[in-house]
């Protein structure tokens, strides 16, 4: 590993057990100076899951803090960045990583269970987001990693609200990339698979022994270094890495008088034709591609 991450400062949520604490490590490793971010025991202070993993990085000659905040809370959020600038004067990388589950199918689903999860998940991500953002602009260095999933990206049954919060990163990290580029930020998302508490059982024995977290991180550390790509999702299961595009048909125009459900119909295969597929820098690129396939039109019907 090179020295790159020597005194930078990473933040890592959700970091006492599981992929969250992984990550702390793996950063921790290379170099980096980690927040061991984790829910507050009942005095308020640190809760013992997050001391341990700073136990774990200091025995390693690292050095981390544990550092209690409900990441659905703005204020308690917004106070831990605070303290972590007062403490070590910067804030470099930040890995959004905690959430929470609460599996039912749609149809017997509470709505109090679809805020809590959206709540933690994207809106806690935002509240990260936000909460470091500003120190990031003044320092013109930033690396953001938000967690999506294979339920954001392709669905799970009964997992509705996590799925919808987990697609919502992907809106989340386009826009920030925009937003953050001109002063060296980069926002990328990671798409996990790994065995922890809230997979345990859904693997067979064999595929669990390979869906270890640690086989994940190491794309965490490559999303918080120098090198990192942009707006860029990474699938990470088993020691395998995979890009996960989102791309559009360059698709058909349809004149006035043939837009009924058959007409679209008979045109849905060429619509669908992913020979002609790319992807879009911004949502107001998609409207460039709209008029493109009006102009085809025009030009073969000239």
């Known amino acids: 590993m090179t020295s790159e991450f020597e005194g930078r400062v990473a933040i890592v949520t959700g970091a006492g057990a599981g ?5 702390a490590l793996a950063l921790a490793e290379a170099g980096a100076r980690v927040v061991v971010n984790d829910i507050a025991g009942p005095d308020g202070a640190a809760g013992e899951a997050a001391l341990s993993v700073v136990r774990e990085i200091e025995a390693l000659g690292g050095e981390a803090v544990a550092e209690p905040a409900d990441v659905s809370r703005f204020a308690e959020v917004e106070a831990m960045a605070e303290r972590v600038v ?3 004067g910067r804030i470099d990388i930040l890995v959004n990583n905690a959430g929470i589950l609460r599996d039912r199918s749609f149809a017997k689903m509470e709505m109090t ?11 806690g991500s935002a509240n990260c987001c936000r909460a470091v953002w500003e120190t990031m602009r003044r320092q013109g260095y930033g690396r953001i990693v938000l967690t999506t999933s294979c339920s954001g990206l392709y669905g799970n049954f009964g997992q509705a609200n996590y799925a919808a919060a987990k697609t919502g990163m992907i809106g989340l990290m386009t826009t920030l990339q925009q937003e953050g580029e001109k002063h060296g930020i980069r926002v990328n ?9 809230m997979t345990e059982g859904l693997f067979a024995a064999g595929d669990a022994a390979l869906l270890t977290p640690e086989a994940v991180s190491p794309a965490v550390v490559y999303m918080a270094s120098q090198e990192a790509p942009e707006k860029t999702i990474i699938g990470a299961g088993a020691g395998a890495y995979t890009v996960v595009h989102v791309v559009e048909t360059a698709g ?5 008088g043939a837009r009924t459900p058959a007409d679209f119909s008979a045109a849905f295969a060429q619509m669908s034709d992913l020979s002609t597929a790319r992807s879009f820098a911004t949502g107001f690129d998609q409207g460039g591609g709209f008029i493109e396939a009006v102009n085809r039109e025009r030009v073969a019907t000239a």
């Not at 992929?19 to 990550?23: A, D, K, V």
Request: aromatic share 10%; proline share 9%; glycine share 6%.
């Open 19 to 23: 992929l969250g604490r992984s990550h």
């Open 86 to 88: 007062a403490r070590w």
């Open 113 to 123: 269970d679809f805020d809590a999860v959206v709540a933690v998940h994207l809106t």
């Open 189 to 197: 998302c990671l798409s996990p698979l790994a065995t922890t508490g």
């Open 252 to 256: 058909v125009y349809l004149p006035p």
